[in-house]
């Protein structure tokens, strides 16, 4: 006797939740499996996200290497990581004071990363510094700060493990870099620059590792919004109807610090090569840009006035 035709989109709607949670069952047992004795090197833990990256990495039993500028900062993540976990599933992770602006310190603290395990299966270079305003505004010395934190910071220390890595012939490197490095806003001249060269050296980097085994993965994203979603604007809205609404979109409404946390575990688990964190009007606005560079360049110059004029007011 054959199945009511009442009884056909019910039967589909549980047969698609079943294989739906199979499905999660099935990655979150890869999730642990993957991470699990893994030795993990986070940039900056004691940023938002790199606090949350290392909760969720650290739950799933990798061994953490814990960076970051403040030894007080670390500390406090040390504790807070220690004190709720179970010892015989978890390592105790170790700490390095890593300050990408104070260059000459970087070869010890690339040592004694190397040191912590003899070597490093995951490098999570999420470090960055985020400066916007008028380009005339700028420092050269900001220009270089922007760069040292961004750029020369991240592949000095890619460069640092990267004989680890080939030695051992298996490896990752994941950058967590920015929208920007692939599409420029105005006022944003060095912060651009630096996400575009990293974006571009790590591009260059995956090519020239693959036959190591070595995988290298970049996650682009869109703000980071650690602020409640119904906080009032602090900035006036734009008078342009058309740049008000995508000037909203890049720049607030973005990722939460936790939800990027676990697209970055994800991305370690499946190694996928690039991810974008992106709404759909980033997405559009990076469209724009490659087939109708005119238009895109037009908004953005309407912006810039736009903002000028409400300056002027």
């Known amino acids: 006797m054959g199945v009511p035709s009442v009884m056909v989109l019910p039967l589909l709607i549980v047969l698609f939740a079943g294989v739906y949670y199979v499905y999660n069952e099935i990655m979150r047992f890869m999730s642990k499996s993957t991470v699990r004795n893994r030795v993990v090197v986070i940039t900056d833990a004691v940023s938002g996200m790199g606090s949350e990256c290392a909760r969720l990495l650290h739950a799933g039993g990798a061994r953490l290497v814990l960076c970051g500028p403040s030894w007080d900062k670390l500390e406090s993540l ?47 270079c999420n470090s960055s510094i985020k400066v916007k305003a008028p380009v005339q505004d700028l420092s050269l010395e900001m220009d270089k700060a922007v760069m040292d934190v961004n750029y020369f910071g991240p592949i000095t220390l890619a460069k640092g493990v990267l004989p680890l890595m080939i030695t051992r012939r298996t490896g990752q490197f994941v950058l967590v870099n920015s929208i920007q490095g692939k599409l420029a806003l105005p006022f944003r001249t060095c912060y651009a620059a630096s996400k575009h060269a990293v974006q571009a050296f790590f591009d260059c980097l995956r090519a020239e590792v693959e036959e190591y085994g070595i995988s290298v993965s970049t996650i682009s994203h869109t703000f980071i919004n650690a602020t409640p979603t119904d906080a009032p604007p602090t900035k006036a809205t734009p008078t342009n109807p058309l740049w008000a609404y995508i000037s909203s979109r890049l720049n607030t409404h973005g990722v939460s610090p936790g939800s990027l946390a676990r697209e970055i575990v994800r991305t370690v688990n499946r190694q996928k090569r690039e991810v974008l964190l992106a709404h759909p009007v980033p997405w559009l606005a990076l469209v724009t840009r490659a087939l109708m560079p005119g238009c895109f360049f037009a908004v953005a110059s309407a912006g810039v006035r736009d903002g000028a004029a409400e300056q002027l007011k």
């Open 78 to 124: 040390y504790d807070s990581l220690s004190s709720g976990s179970d010892p015989s599933n978890t390592f105790t992770p170790k700490l390095v004071l890593l300050d990408f602006i104070d260059t000459e310190s970087l070869a010890d603290a690339i040592a004694e990363i190397c040191e912590c395990y003899g070597c490093v299966d995951v490098l999570i």
